[in-house]
């Protein structure tokens, strides 16, 4: 069974800083992966997910994430944060073919203005 | 702008009580999700339907939780009776089930608190 881990559980960062939040997956075969977003009281939404081809995946919001195979790793970034995106941040893994998503524990990020 | 949408929003009760909570997938979705939130267990996957069919609900408890999906437009998640290591966000997600794709979209939860 595949498994996330999210090494991070709180960054704090100032406006303007870069972020790279960690994502490393356990599972032997081809994987889905996604990067979910939950502000504050509200729903998960989808940031960005990758299936296939170009592994530097874009999303919405100026986020994007890239999917190192070798490294089982695929983490998030974003050049420059603001403070609205203040969040939690969940990392999904599927294994191709099944719906089933795995989440990672999440990472709380808080940005000071 | 299609949605997942949950009621109750939020639910207090007592413990011993039965809770039914509902979920209304984006419509032509037929894959239907139900997850659990708290902060000591992160984000679980309870059950999931396909078609309405049960296809997996190995993550829920099965003495006190049911879920069941009457039609293609109502999913509900009961729990009978509570307690309260049952207070969590309950999330319904629903997705187009297709080969290849596997995008979910969240409803926004039901919060539950039972005292």
């Known amino acids: 069974a595949q498994s996330v881990s999210q090494h991070n559980h709180h960054v704090i960062l100032s406006e303007a800083a870069s972020l790279e939040l960690g994502c490393n997956y356990s599972?032997?075969?081809?994987?889905?992966l996604f990067w979910y977003v939950q502000y504050p009281g509200q729903h998960l939404q989808l940031l960005l997910k990758y299936f296939s081809g170009d592994p530097l995946v874009k999303g919405i919001k100026g986020f994007e994430a890239e999917f190192i195979k070798s490294k089982f790793s695929f983490n998030l970034r974003k050049p420059s944060v603001q403070w609205s995106d203040t969040a939690e941040y969940f990392c999904?893994?599927?294994?191709?073919?099944?719906?089933?998503?795995?989440f990672g524990t999440g990472t709380r990020l808080t940005i000071i203005p | 702008d299609a949605r997942v949408t949950q009621t109750p929003r939020h639910k207090v009760t007592e413990m011993g009580q039965e809770v039914t909570m509902r979920c209304q997938p984006i419509l032509g979705h037929n894959t239907v999700f139900w997850y659990r939130q708290t902060m000591m267990q992160g984000l679980e996957l309870l059950a999931y339907?396909?078609?309405?069919?049960?296809?997996?609900d190995s993550g829920m408890p099965k003495d006190r939780f049911s879920a069941e999906m009457p039609d293609a437009t109502l999913a509900t998640l009961k729990i009978q009776p509570s307690e309260p290591r049952d207070s969590a966000v309950y999330f319904c997600?629903?997705?187009?089930?297709?080969?290849?794709?596997?995008?979910?979209?969240f409803g926004p939860g039901t919060r539950l608190t039972v005292l």
């Open positions: 997600a629903s997705g187009l089930g297709l080969a290849g794709y596997h995008e979910q979209f």
């Open positions: 599972y032997g075969g081809t994987v889905n």
């Open positions: 999904a893994v599927n294994a191709d073919g099944n719906e089933k998503l795995t």
């Open positions: 339907f396909r078609n309405r069919a049960p296809l997996d």
